[in-house]
């Protein structure tokens, strides 16, 4: 069993656990830390994180608006820490646009960021990945597109 947190934007409505809890592969939902995040225990095998992303994403109305503040994938190997500096963020849409790119690409396993609505200068995004699937240079590419 595997287990994913995302962090959203907004408020989630308790309605969501029993709408997931119909989705097959997908064995427990809880909400936490005033109903902000979601951690979701699911199968691997049955249904795999970018789809259930996408489930929570179209629940909740925001398919089209970038909404994701971060997530923990859960990974249980050894993960390396990198911190991306986006120098000077265009938008909070902008910013949370990377991190939902970045839950896309396989490896990159933990995003948290500093972001506090306000200050768009330097925001830092806290990254973990796994080295045997993506290396320090290709996240560094990553920070580069992104600045």
């Given at each position: 069993?595997?287990?994913?947190?995302?962090k959203i934007?907004?408020?989630?409505?308790?309605?969501?656990?029993?709408?997931?809890?119909?989705?097959?592969?997908?064995?427990?939902?809880?909400?936490?830390?005033?109903?902000?995040?979601?951690?979701?225990?699911?199968?691997?095998?049955?249904?795999?994180?970018?789809?259930?992303?996408?489930?929570?994403?179209?629940?909740?109305?925001?398919?089209?608006?970038?909404?994701l503040m971060?997530?923990?994938?859960?990974?249980?190997?050894?993960?390396?820490?990198?911190?991306?500096?986006?120098?000077?963020?265009?938008?909070?849409?902008?910013?949370?646009?990377?991190?939902?790119?970045?839950?896309?690409?396989?490896?990159?396993?933990?995003?948290?960021?500093?972001?506090?609505?306000?200050?768009?200068?330097?925001?830092?995004?806290?990254?973990?990945?796994?080295?045997?699937?993506?290396?320090?240079?290709?996240?560094?590419?990553?920070?580069?597109?992104?600045?």
């Open positions: 069993m595997k287990k994913l947190a995302l934007d907004d408020i989630i409505p308790n309605t969501i656990i029993n709408h997931l809890l119909t989705i097959k592969g997908i064995k427990d939902v809880k909400l936490k830390d005033k109903d902000s995040i979601i951690e979701i225990n699911y199968m691997e095998n049955e249904i795999g994180s970018l789809v259930i992303e996408k489930e929570v994403m179209l629940f909740l109305g925001l398919i089209q608006m970038p909404s971060g997530f923990n994938k859960y990974s249980t190997n050894k993960l390396t820490k990198y911190n991306m500096i986006i120098k000077d963020l265009c938008c909070e849409y902008c910013l949370k646009g990377n991190i939902e790119e970045l839950f896309g690409i396989k490896g990159i396993e933990k995003v948290s960021t500093d972001f506090d609505f306000i200050n768009k200068k330097n925001v830092k995004i806290e990254t973990e990945f796994d080295e045997k699937i993506i290396n320090l240079d290709k996240v560094k590419e990553i920070e580069k597109k992104f600045n």
